[in-house]
């Protein structure tokens, strides 16, 4: 699967010798205009203060996996047919929709820009920071954080959670931190992923109402709860709302592993995304793509782990997938409907964890269970295929 870096993963120079590549360039050009920002010059030339700046660092970043994407995939069906599932660690969500053929490019571009000029606002309204706490028992950490009231607004699996809050909150968290946990105070402009980012969200919603948007060709797991996302509205409300609310990379983590992952590539900059999984999926290959000299290797990566798409093979706008892994139990009505209209709760997967209500979202003329009731399914298994009212079945 095809993973992309947040905010953070940055430093100066590193798209230099991407650049050298006279199409790379042109395409970085042309994102460059869509957001308004010398992307170019940002990643080449420009410090790690200014690239810091978080109006700065999200339009860089979500170009850069784009721009590099389409080196590694000259052709997007190449990556249809290799790439089983995409997920994007904050800001990198929406490259990973792109590439999932939620949204277009520009369509991303101009949303991550003003995400990224909202949050920087939104950080500037109050004094606010995050504080990484590696180490330290679980349920420890957790009780200090709900001590000082902190929000834990990246889980990137055991011994890597990140704190938010006021400056006062997290000056009070490092005068009683969890025993055996490190703190590390982080550069960034304010508390992301919490309450404080909310009118980050309002002014995004109101922009993405106008965003069309198309279902996945390949299927995304969401940061919001690991869940394994097919309709394109629901990706990109997700994305929004993800602005403040926690990054779950643990619950995608989980996610990876139910799927079978059995490798990883992270888009430059690569190597945070990838040093994590090395952690917590032990047994899956890893490959992080930092510059053109490793296309080749990437491609070769690809190819040994690649599966392709499930939901690539079939008609998807009519495909009613799992969001997760579970047992399926399929609704009484629905179990006996020739025609489903939309929104018809179709069942729900059930795990130890909770229970994921699954709803036909197009609704449509039943042609297919392929799943019976209490069977396990996978994330992104194909569960009921459905033809449109009118259409002949």
């Given at each position: 699967m095809i993973v992309a870096p947040g905010q953070g993963a940055q430093t100066p120079g590193f798209l230099t010798p991407w650049?050298?590549?006279?199409?790379?360039?042109?395409?970085?050009?042309?994102?460059?205009?869509?957001?308004?920002?010398?992307?170019?010059?940002?990643?080449?030339?420009?410090?790690?203060?200014?690239?810091?700046?978080?109006?700065?660092?999200?339009?860089l970043l979500v170009a850069t996996a784009?721009?590099?994407?389409?080196?590694?995939f000259p052709h997007p069906n190449d990556g249809f047919s290799q790439v089983g599932a995409v997920a994007g660690h904050s800001v990198g969500e929406l490259a990973?929709?792109?590439?999932?053929?939620?949204?277009?490019?520009?369509?991303?571009?101009?949303?991550?820009?003003?995400r990224g000029n909202a949050m920087a606002a939104a950080a500037a309204a109050a004094p606010t920071g995050m504080t990484a706490v590696l180490g330290g028992d679980p349920d420890e950490v957790r009780?200090?954080?709900?001590?000082?009231g902190l929000v834990a607004a990246n889980d990137n699996g055991p011994g890597q959670v990140v704190a938010a809050g006021t400056?006062?909150?997290?000056?009070?968290?490092?005068?009683?931190?969890?025993?055996?946990?490190?703190?590390?105070?982080?550069?960034?402009?304010g508390a992301f992923h919490t309450e404080h980012m909310a009118p980050a969200v309002d002014h995004v919603a109101r922009l993405a109402r106008s965003v069309s948007t198309h279902d996945v060709r390949i299927p995304f797991i969401s940061n919001k709860d690991g869940q394994v996302v097919h309709d394109g509205p629901d990706?990109?409300?997700?994305?929004?709302?993800?602005?403040?609310?926690?990054?779950?990379?643990?619950?995608?983590?989980?996610?990876?592993?139910?799927?079978?992952?059995?490798?990883?590539?992270?888009?430059?900059?690569?190597?945070?995304?990838?040093?994590?999984?090395k952690r917590a999926l032990k047994g899956v290959a890893t490959f992080a793509l930092k510059t053109p000299d490793q296309l080749d290797e990437a491609r070769a990566f690809c190819a040994e782990?690649?599966?392709?798409?499930?939901?690539?093979?079939t008609p998807t706008w009519r495909m009613v997938v799992s969001p997760a892994k579970g047992t399926f139990s399929i609704?009484?009505?629905?179990?006996?409907?020739?025609?489903l209209p939309a929104g018809t709760e179709i069942g729900g997967v059930s795990s130890l964890r909770d229970r994921v209500a699954v709803t036909a979202r197009h609704g449509g003329h039943v042609v297919e269970w392929l799943v019976e009731d209490g069977d396990l399914v996978s994330p992104g298994q194909p569960l009921l295929r459905l033809h449109p009212e009118g259409a002949e079945a």
């Amino acid at each position: 699967m095809i993973v992309a870096p947040g905010q953070g993963a940055q430093t100066p120079g590193f798209l230099t010798p991407w650049l050298e590549d006279a199409t790379v360039a042109s395409r970085l050009h042309w994102l460059s205009t869509v957001a308004g920002i010398d992307l170019a010059e940002h990643g080449t030339v420009s410090d790690a203060d200014t690239i810091r700046d978080t109006r700065i660092a999200q339009p860089l970043l979500v170009a850069t996996a784009l721009v590099t994407t389409l080196e590694l995939f000259p052709h997007p069906n190449d990556g249809f047919s290799q790439v089983g599932a995409v997920a994007g660690h904050s800001v990198g969500e929406l490259a990973a929709a792109v590439g999932a053929r939620a949204i277009t490019a520009e369509q991303a571009m101009v949303l991550v820009r003003e995400r990224g000029n909202a949050m920087a606002a939104a950080a500037a309204a109050a004094p606010t920071g995050m504080t990484a706490v590696l180490g330290g028992d679980p349920d420890e950490v957790r009780a200090a954080l709900d001590r000082h009231g902190l929000v834990a607004a990246n889980d990137n699996g055991p011994g890597q959670v990140v704190a938010a809050g006021t400056t006062e909150q997290l000056a009070a968290l490092a005068a009683d931190p969890p025993a055996k946990a490190r703190l590390m105070p982080l550069s960034v402009a304010g508390a992301f992923h919490t309450e404080h980012m909310a009118p980050a969200v309002d002014h995004v919603a109101r922009l993405a109402r106008s965003v069309s948007t198309h279902d996945v060709r390949i299927p995304f797991i969401s940061n919001k709860d690991g869940q394994v996302v097919h309709d394109g509205p629901d990706v990109l409300r997700r994305i929004v709302g993800q602005i403040a609310s926690p990054v779950r990379w643990d619950l995608c983590l989980e996610t990876m592993a139910d799927l079978g992952v059995t490798g990883i590539l992270e888009m430059p900059p690569a190597g945070t995304l990838t040093g994590i999984a090395k952690r917590a999926l032990k047994g899956v290959a890893t490959f992080a793509l930092k510059t053109p000299d490793q296309l080749d290797e990437a491609r070769a990566f690809c190819a040994e782990h690649g599966e392709g798409s499930l939901i690539d093979t079939t008609p998807t706008w009519r495909m009613v997938v799992s969001p997760a892994k579970g047992t399926f139990s399929i609704a009484e009505d629905a179990a006996t409907a020739g025609l489903l209209p939309a929104g018809t709760e179709i069942g729900g997967v059930s795990s130890l964890r909770d229970r994921v209500a699954v709803t036909a979202r197009h609704g449509g003329h039943v042609v297919e269970w392929l799943v019976e009731d209490g069977d396990l399914v996978s994330p992104g298994q194909p569960l009921l295929r459905l033809h449109p009212e009118g259409a002949e079945a």
